[in-house]
């Protein structure tokens, strides 16, 4: 019994002891499959960043951040009218752009009226016609012009009967049968009487009737014409047949449009860059392609409060009368080109490409690199470049729209393929 009792507990023992041995080599191998499971994500981990380091560097820009490249060899650039240069500095004339009105000129303005009070009967002009110097606008029925006439002819008469009467006593004289002193009264008489009818005439001609007018049927009563001083063309017309008139009432406004006022507003910081005699330019909206040019010849002395402005007047030629009053207009007053030079670019030269103003430089003779630079000034179809282009640097001058395209046409093509 004894005996049976020793050889069960050798058995318990023996199971107990390979329990507890295959749980440590269970836990050991856990530990080491964790162990490797772990190193083997952190190794391919690590190769990833590496993948992604290696790809970030392949797609990023270089020093001096081209957004895009394109190749065309020299016959293509020449077909398509691409041409190459080095950047050069150059001095750019500065401009001040404002905007305007067009104003007929003031100087050239005249308001007709006429001289006397009279009877409208006649009109002989309507607006917008074109008129000259002198012209007869139109005609009036005047009492007062007849008391006028009524003095030139008794003028008249008084002056033959002087005439006659100086003739007479002179024959008297030579015959001795009158005195030496009544020849001088009667040359007394006689340069009066023509002294009357010169003012007479003057009066006339003042009025707007002249001596040649009055020639031929003395018994027609002649009407009173009202002339334009000036030519040009009627802008306003306020003749009426049958309404009375007076030299208080303007019948007719006529301007001379060859050549305009266009009045502009200066900001008060660029008072300094602004004076009398300073070339500017003129471009309406009517006709984009046309510059019409002009000097200032008036600078206000008082700054408007609210707008802290001055005005400008600028006298322009209006050829063909294209300029009208009350066109709204862009003004740009050229300033002296006494600045440093600076490296600067045709307009054309520049292109938009994704949000930013590139230019083509030239890699080599058959490859283009689309550069991002920083624009200042412009004056004269030229841009300043502030930064990205070095004096020296070869760039596209003309044809930077078609490497544009060709730029653009590449990424549609690496999007297609990509997306494939």
């Not at 006429?114 to 012209?135: E, F, H, M, N, T």
Request: hydrophobic residues 35%; without cysteine.
């Amino acid at each position: 019994m004894k005996k049976r009792g020793i050889i069960i507990g050798l058995i318990l023992a023996v199971a107990v002891g390979g329990g507890l041995y295959y749980r440590s080599a269970q836990n050991s191998g856990g530990e080491h499959a964790e162990q490797k499971e772990a190193g083997h994500t952190e190794e391919k981990g690590g190769g990833h960043d590496e993948h992604k380091e290696g790809k970030e560097g392949h797609d990023g820009h270089d020093e001096h951040g081209e957004a895009g490249s394109v190749k065309m060899t020299a016959e293509v650039q020449k077909q398509n009218g691409v041409a190459v240069a080095p950047a050069q500095k150059q001095r750019l004339a500065g401009t001040i752009s404002v905007t305007g009105k067009v104003e007929a000129n003031a100087d050239r303005i005249a308001h007709v009226s006429p001289r006397i009070p009279g009877k409208i009967v006649a009109v002989k002009a309507s607006l917008g016609d074109s008129v000259s110097a002198g012209q007869s606008l139109a005609s009036l029925d005047s009492v007062e012009l007849g008391e006028a006439l009524s003095r030139y002819h008794q003028s008249k008469t008084k002056l033959a009967l002087a005439h006659s009467n100086m003739e007479r006593i002179k024959g008297l004289v030579e015959k001795k049968i009158a005195a030496r002193k009544d020849i001088f009264q009667a040359e007394t008489d006689f340069k009066t009487a023509q002294t009357e009818l010169h003012t007479d005439e003057e009066r006339l001609s003042l009025y707007g009737v002249s001596v040649a007018d009055l020639k031929g049927d003395d018994r027609k009563k002649p009407l009173l014409p009202v002339r334009s001083p000036i030519g040009g063309i009627i802008t306003e017309k306020h003749a009426i047949v049958g309404e009375l008139s007076d030299p208080s009432k303007s019948l007719y406004t006529v301007a001379d449009l060859s050549s305009v006022w266009v009045m502009v507003d200066i900001n008060e910081k660029d008072l300094s860059k602004v004076r009398k005699g300073q070339a500017a330019t003129v471009i309406i909206g009517a006709y984009p392609d046309l510059k019409f040019r002009g000097r200032i010849n008036h600078l206000a002395d008082m700054v408007d409060q609210a707008t802290r402005t001055v005005k400008a007047r600028i006298e322009v030629a209006n050829p063909g009368r294209k300029l009208k009053p009350e066109m709204f207009a862009t003004v740009e007053l050229a300033l002296a080109a006494d600045a440093p030079p600076v490296v600067a670019v045709p307009e054309d030269a520049l292109q938009d490409l994704d949000g930013k103003k590139v230019v083509f430089v030239a890699e080599n003779e058959a490859e283009f690199a689309a550069r991002p630079v920083q624009t200042g000034r412009a004056a004269g179809g030229m841009v300043e470049i502030v930064s990205g282009l070095k004096e020296g640097e070869r760039y596209a001058v003309k044809g930077s729209f078609i490497l544009k395209s060709e730029v653009k046409k590449g990424e549609m093509t690496d999007e297609h393929g990509h997306g494939k």
